[in-house]
């Protein structure tokens, strides 16, 4: 009997991407959305700014009043911002004004301070005046009704100031997926403990957590899990509030790889598992009971590179985002052999150009259990199936990681 086909990268992140359905809207408050996937437009609920404006500090003045200089004008008021000179200006007339302060009525024009003489209760004016100049409309920045920031927008800083100038305290978001998540194995005890003989320090935990927290999910992490199967299914049972199962080991058929049999015996349906790639192969992905269940490697430097490659995917598509993986073209630093019949996720540097493609060199060694050489790197360097032997400067995709 032959060996099962292993299933292309691109096939299951297609298939694991269909299981998925966005996370129901929720209300949240502005200084709580940084990160978070619109689920409703932002609308402007009044304009920026309200009124016209000066940009300078200077004289409001009648364009017309400053054609001949010197000119001298009488000033008859003064505004800064939060207040303002009410009358209509008349022929002759400046209004000492400041940054941010409205414009008066008949004026259209601002003469800079630097360009001014003040003596007592007039100014001369040095400068001739454009009609406009140094004025900010009302409405420039937006105006009330405008859609600001659309459905699908992950909101950045500059985002969360935006909507809070357009006086809106509270946005409509996607839920943040709870993703709750467990490692197996009787060799694992967790940091800051002292392994005993043959066990090893996990490093899975903190670092899916951290992942899942920086793709705006919630992690919810179950712990390192015996290789037992009551004790397996009763942490995948303490995941029914979670949106989405993860497992880290455990995922083959080996004698002591329980977790497809123990939770396939609890409610798992197996979609898929096994993926032709390097680092990762053993992949599983399913449904258990009602949730999605993502079935990562033991390996740490396999299950982050899948974990980038599968499962933040997956938190994207949960907040409604439409843009789940997105490569990067670069030139080779290095030479590369070629590959063979499984996609390949080389763990490299990625150092920046002016005016040219980014170089991408691989690291020399590609240890899937170096986690150092994880951490040193800037992208993933993807080499399709198959691929003939690359030169130094030839093109080839990466996923950056940073």
């Given amino acids: 009997m032959g060996d099962i086909p292993l299933m292309p990268v691109s096939d299951a992140r297609a298939r694991i991407l269909e299981a998925i359905t966005p996370m129901v809207p929720e209300r949240v408050p502005l200084a709580k959305a940084l990160g978070r996937v619109l689920a409703g437009n932002v609308v402007a609920t009044r304009s920026q700014p309200p009124a016209d404006l000066s940009a300078m500090d200077g004289y409001a003045v009648r364009a017309d009043d400053v054609q001949t200089v010197p000119a001298r004008l009488s000033v008859v008021g003064e505004a800064a911002a939060g207040s303002s000179y009410d009358k209509p200006l008349k022929a002759g007339e400046a209004v000492r004004i400041f940054t941010g302060a409205p414009l008066p009525a008949g004026a259209d024009s601002i003469v800079i301070q630097e360009n001014t003489e003040r003596y007592g209760d007039y100014v001369i004016a040095r400068e001739k005046a454009k009609s406009g100049a140094h004025i900010r409309r009302a409405g420039l920045d937006f105006k009330e009704g405008d859609v600001g920031l659309s459905v699908g927008r992950k909101l950045s800083p500059a985002d969360i100031a935006y909507a809070a100038a357009m006086n809106v305290p509270v946005v409509i978001a996607h839920k943040r997926p709870k993703i709750g998540f467990f490692s197996t194995g009787n060799e694992l005890v ?10 090893i320090v996990s490093s899975n935990n903190d670092g899916l957590s951290a992942l899942i927290e920086s793709a705006g999910g919630e992690p919810f992490d179950l712990g390192i899990i015996a290789d037992d199967i009551v004790a397996i299914q009763s942490a995948g ?9 993860v497992t880290l080991g455990g995922a083959s058929v080996g004698d002591h790889d329980l977790v497809q049999s123990a939770l396939t015996a609890d409610g798992l349906t197996v979609d898929f598992w096994r993926i032709a790639m390097r680092p990762g192969k053993p992949l599983m992905f399913g449904r258990y009971r009602d949730i999605p269940m993502l079935g990562l490697p033991g390996n740490p430097v396999s299950a982050m590179v899948c974990a980038h490659l599968f499962l933040l995917p997956a938190i994207a598509a949960m907040q409604g985002l439409h843009a789940p993986l997105v490569l990067t073209r670069a030139r080779l630093g290095a030479a590369l052999a070629a590959n063979d019949k499984r996609e390949d996720y080389l763990r490299g540097t990625l150092v920046e150009r002016d005016n040219a493609l980014p170089v991408a060199t691989a690291f020399e060694r590609q240890d899937s259990s170096m986690l150092s050489a994880m951490s040193a790197a800037d992208c993933l360097i993807v080499r399709a199936p198959n691929a003939a032997a690359a030169a130094a400067g030839d093109m080839v995709s990466v996923l950056r990681l940073r």
């Fill in 190 to 199: 967790l940091p800051g403990a002292t392994p005993g003989p043959h066990q």
């Fill in 237 to 245: 049972r303490h995941a029914r509030d979670c949106d989405m199962l």
